[in-house]
């Protein structure tokens, strides 16, 4: 990577992981029991900063010269999870498990989601890196 952009993938990354913890920590607790619509939206935003920060850190740890050609198996799998483990949330809405009670039953979809988020920006950030350096 050249020198000229790695500040700006170090800004990337910090701003990212920034607005990802304070919506993930403020906003979040703040409108999940009661307002479901500011709910979603926020959880939305934070999902898309969340994928955001491993792009960032796949692109600034990636060493495109010394390797070969990274393939998109990691991005495959992460959205493999993400999508069992929304439909898994949704199995478990259409059946009526409250998530007031079985808090820890919405747990393990939920840690999915941001596992299959984490590989599908990692995946990209790596494959992206490397086609940079090929455009060189």
């Not at 709910?39 to 010394?66: C, D, E, N, Q, S």
Request: glycine share 10%; net charge neutral; proline share 5%.
């Amino acid at each position: 990577m050249s020198n000229d952009r790695r500040p700006l993938l170090v800004v990337l990354l910090g701003s990212a992981v920034l607005v990802t913890g304070v919506l993930h920590l403020s906003f979040v607790p703040r409108y999940l029991p009661d307002d479901v619509l500011l709910t979603v939206l926020t959880l939305g935003a934070g999902w898309a900063t969340y994928t955001l920060v491993f792009y960032a850190l796949g692109r600034v740890v990636a060493v495109p010269a010394g390797q070969e050609f990274p393939n998109m198996r990691f991005a495959d799998l992460g959205i493999a999870v993400l999508l069992v483990s929304l439909l898994l949330l949704l199995a478990f809405d259409a059946v009526g498990v409250p998530l007031e009670g079985l808090v820890s039953v919405y747990a393990l979809p939920a840690l999915g989601i941001y596992v299959g988020l984490a590989l599908i920006g990692w995946s990209i950030g790596r494959r992206t890196e490397a086609i940079n350096e090929i455009a060189r």
